[in-house]
C-alpha cells in the first residue's frame, strides 16, 4: 500500500480549489479590496488565489494529520473530498448565504481500531490547526520585515487555524471532538 496515492493527491488539490472558490467572497485578497483597478465581477483570480493561500492550507494539513498519523500507528488511510460537503458549501455561496458551512473532507480508517489510536487520529487533525495557529502567530510575533499582504495572510491564517481548532473539537458526532472524547472516555473508564 502506498503513503499517498495519486488520485488522494488529485482530492487534495481539488478540495484546495473548491475551498478557496467558496470562500473567496469572504477572504478577499487585500489588493483588491475598495480597488477601482479590480471591478467587481463574477470571478476575481486575485480573491481566488489569496482565499486558496490562507484557508487551504489549513484544512490540507488538518486531514494529512489524520492520515499520517493513522498510517504512524498501522492504520489503513484514505483522503477523502466531501463532495456532498463540497457542494453544500458551493450550494450556499451561490444563493448568496451569509453564512457557509462544509465539510471539505475525510480521511476514512481501516481495520481494527483502539481507542488509543482513534483519540490519536482524531485528535491530530486539530492538533494540526494548533500549531499552524502558533506557527503564524510567532511570525507576526518575531519577523518585523514582512509587507502587508504577508502580514494580512498571517493573521487570517492564525484565526482561521484557531477556529478550525475549536470548531474541530466541538464534542457532537461529525466532528473530531466527538471522536477525541468518546475515546478518551472509554480508555479511561
Keep these: ?39 467587481k465581477k ?14 487551504a492550507p489549513g484544512i490540507v494539513l488538518h486531514e494529512l494529520g489524520h492520515k499520517f498519523v ?28 451569509p453564512f ?5 473532507g475525510y480521511v476514512s480508517l481501516a481495520g481494527t481500531i483502539t481507542h488509543f489510536q482513534r483519540f490519536l487520529t482524531s485528535f491530530a487533525g486539530p492538533a494540526m490547526n494548533l ?8 511570525i507576526l510575533d518575531r519577523k518585523r520585515n514582512l509587507t502587508r499582504n504577508q502580514a494580512i495572510a498571517l493573521h487570517m491564517t492564525k484565526k482561521i487555524n484557531l477556529f478550525l481548532f ?14 477525541v472524547f468518546t475515546s478518551l472516555f472509554k480508555m479511561i473508564f
Design 1 to 39: 500500500m502506498a503513503i499517498f496515492s495519486l488520485i488522494e493527491l488529485v482530492r487534495l488539490i481539488l478540495m484546495s480549489a473548491a475551498i478557496g472558490y467558496i470562500l473567496m467572497d469572504f477572504i478577499k485578497s487585500p489588493t483588491t479590496v475598495n480597488n477601482p483597478l479590480y471591478p
Design 42 to 55: 463574477m470571478f476575481n483570480w486575485e480573491d481566488f488565489r489569496f482565499a486558496t493561500i490562507v484557508t
Design 70 to 97: 493513522g498510517l504512524a500507528m498501522g492504520i489503513q488511510t484514505e483522503f477523502f473530498a466531501s463532495k456532498f460537503g463540497l457542494f453544500l458549501g458551493i450550494f450556499l455561496k451561490w444563493i448568496g448565504s
Design 100 to 104: 457557509i458551512i462544509f465539510a471539505p
Design 131 to 138: 500549531l499552524m495557529f502558533f506557527g503564524a502567530y510567532l
Design 166 to 179: 475549536m470548531f474541530n473539537l466541538i464534542p457532537l458526532p461529525p466532528f473530531d471532538g466527538y471522536h
